[in-house]
């Protein structure tokens, strides 16, 4: 059994999804979206992200998986000139990528592509298309599941997949704790 803490950071609204991954069971011990306030400081949004995460899973994780695409997805925003956002963005995932740190686990970068192949979807799958299958792979979901929260069971879940065959294989390709 692989513990994995997938994220889809955002500093508006990040989801998380705290997992129990093996071959044959993927059962959700916790999960959730977190939502701050833009009215709040910077520096209170990040540290209600961390005391969430904090709180929720007392970082005990095996590894933590998060999107890789966010680099590209930030080059564009600077591009149409929405820089602030894109930079807050990265700074949420800043607070993300610090806490395998914390909990003594390696970061896991998955892209949209791996996490579609994960899945079982084709390469072109809808949010709604991935978000049926996570329903429908996974035990312990709530009965409300937001979109950023169906995104990080999504992520842990690729994470779970990737993870189980590096530790099989005894290589860790992309795994960003290394780098």
Avoid at 91 to 107: D, N
Avoid at 137 to 162: M, N, V, Y
């Amino acid at each position: 059994m692989i513990v994995v803490l997938g994220v889809d950071p955002g500093l508006a609204s990040l989801g998380w999804c705290w997992l129990d991954w093996s071959p044959t069971d993927r059962h959700v011990r916790d999960m959730g979206t977190i939502r701050t306030s833009p009215r709040a400081p910077l520096q209170e949004r990040l540290q209600q992200i961390y005391d969430v995460l904090r709180d929720a899973t007392g970082f005990k994780f095996d590894v933590l998986g998060i999107e890789e695409q966010h680099g590209a997805w930030v080059g564009k925003q600077q591009r149409e000139k929405m820089g602030a956002s894109a930079v807050t963005h990265r700074v949420a995932e800043g607070v993300v990528r610090t806490l395998p740190m914390v909990a003594g686990a390696p970061l896991v970068e998955v892209t949209p592509m791996q996490i579609r192949a994960a899945l079982a979807l084709p390469r072109g799958a809808s949010k709604e298309q991935m978000r049926a299958m996570v329903l429908r792979i996974c035990t312990g979901l709530p009965k409300r599941l937001s979109q950023h929260a169906a995104d990080s069971a999504a992520i842990a879940l690729t994470t779970g997949a990737r993870w189980s065959v590096m530790a099989r294989t005894q290589r860790r390709p992309n795994d960003a704790s290394t780098h």
